[in-house]
């Protein structure tokens, strides 16, 4: 007994050390999935009010770019519109069918906190579970692509930013169709990697590079980014560093995009998979 | 007592904020993240109880954690340099040793040694941190830089801190 007693007297500090380390590797290790921690949704809940209050103020610096991105963004919706009055002139009157058709909801979310200078980025909305948001949702900016939603708080949801190196998307190239797969390579936050696309393929800079809409979290056709240039990489394939429309410096205002049909893919592909 | 306990609660929230504030939101080519809360445990005065000095560094690293969204990546890297402290102290000595009662500071032991002590203490601090963010050994040497170029920077902003600690 005394011996063991000496022996933690002796250690007590390396034993102190290796507790508390082995908390926080188990933080490290279980705590990305945020959701699982209740006891970080809480201390998130106070940060999230601090981070929510300097956004505020930091904000109004910015006002003048985010009206100009909104008038713009009003523009190209008005002119949809008008061109869907146009189609419903046709001959072909289209039925409204609200129960089927419709695949995708959007809401409309501001970000409270983002980083782009880690490794492993994620932003803060301020919309969360009260307000329909879950897990696996696309977060989208007018532009293109920003993320996908980790984890939901009643009135807060993290996304995994783009610039994340554990991010990746099924994306294509416009122009003809053949998709790969998108990451960040933890470089840059203006570019990110596409890769995957074989050499026989025919690549241009400034192609166009769009979600595929395989995984079922983003919709077909929303924008990534361009080609800025091109490498052979391995045997076979292209890697393609693509300049990402999206500025992250700057993420203000974001869609969060469900998929209603999500469930109904996964669970058919699961039959087959 | 009650006054230096004080005075180190100031220390703490004025460099959480700092952090928080600004250097959190430092972009610099993604190459350089500095990080001065570590300045906090490089402060303690000198003949602080061990678990004390440990408890501290796991709080200071799980405040920093909460706010930028990274559990437990600064609180085992701090809680690390919480551990090596005593040894990287023993290890940049002065030669008459430390006063009693005196704080590891620039104004105490002079600028060389200071610096020396910071250097050291971030150069561990940022190694484990930025490994434990990558979590990877593949880009290696790239990781490498950040540490190397965010150890640099951080040391820098450490020292003028304490220079305009010490002009005070």
């Known amino acids: ?273 | 007592m009650i006054n230096s306990v004080l005075r180190f609660c100031l220390i703490f929230v004025l460099l959480i904020l700092l952090q928080v504030l600004l250097f959190n939101n430092i972009e610099f080519s993604g190459y350089v993240n500095p990080y001065v809360y570590v300045m906090f445990i490089l402060l303690l005065p000198i003949e602080i109880p061990s678990w004390l000095l440990l408890l501290l560094s796991f709080g200071t690293g799980l405040i920093i954690d909460f706010f930028s969204g990274s559990p437990g990546m600064h609180t085992s890297a701090t809680v690390l340099i919480g551990f090596v402290r005593p040894y990287v102290l023993r290890l940049v000595s002065p030669r008459d040793g430390y006063e009693s009662g005196s704080d590891p500071s620039m104004l105490a032991y002079g600028f060389r040694w200071f610096a020396t002590y910071t250097l050291l203490m971030v150069l561990i601090h940022h190694t484990a941190l930025f490994y434990l963010e990558v979590f990877r050994f593949a880009d290696f040497f790239r990781t490498l830089l950040r540490v190397i170029l965010s150890t640099l920077f951080s040391t820098g902003f450490i020292l003028l801190i304490e220079f305009y600690r010490k002009g005070k």
């Not at chain 1, 508390?20 to 290790?29: K, M, Q, R, S, V």
């Not at chain 1, 692509?145 to 930013?161: E, L, T």
């Not at chain 1, 045997?235 to 205002?253: A, M, R």
Request: glycine share 8%.
């Open chain 1, 1 to 273: 007994m005394r011996n063991l007693l000496n022996f933690l007297a002796r250690y007590n500090n390396l034993i102190i050390f290796l507790i508390l380390e082995g908390i926080a590797f188990y933080l490290l290790t279980t705590g990305n999935s945020y959701h699982n921690s209740r006891l970080l949704n809480g201390v998130r809940g106070i940060t999230n009010g601090i981070n929510a209050k300097i956004y505020n103020t930091r904000s109004y610096l910015s006002l003048h770019e985010i009206n100009e991105r909104l008038a713009g963004e009003n523009v190209a919706l008005k002119n949809k519109i008008a061109q869907m009055v146009r189609e419903e002139n046709s001959v072909f009157l289209p039925v409204n069918d609200s129960i089927n058709k419709q695949q995708y909801l959007h809401t409309s979310a501001e970000v409270i906190e983002n980083s782009i200078n880690k490794q492993k980025n994620f932003f803060t909305i301020n919309k969360g579970e009260n307000q329909g948001i879950k897990v696996d949702m696309a977060v989208t900016t007018a532009s293109g692509v920003a993320g996908v939603i980790v984890g939901c708080s009643r009135n807060y949801s993290v996304a995994m930013s783009v610039l994340n190196l554990d991010f990746k998307v099924s994306a294509r190239i416009k122009s003809n169709g053949y998709f790969g797969s998108l990451s960040w390579d933890g470089r840059d936050y203006k570019y990110a990697i596409l890769s995957e696309i074989p050499q026989h393929v025919l690549v241009n800079v400034g192609d166009t590079i769009e979600t595929t809409g395989y995984s079922a979290i983003f919709p077909e056709g929303i924008i990534v980014g361009t080609v800025d240039n091109y490498e052979k990489y391995g045997g076979d394939f292209y890697k393609i560093s693509v300049l990402l429309i999206t500025d992250f410096k700057k993420l203000h205002f974001v869609d969060v995009i469900g998929n209603m049909k999500k469930k109904e893919q996964l669970n058919l592909e699961k039959l087959y998979k």
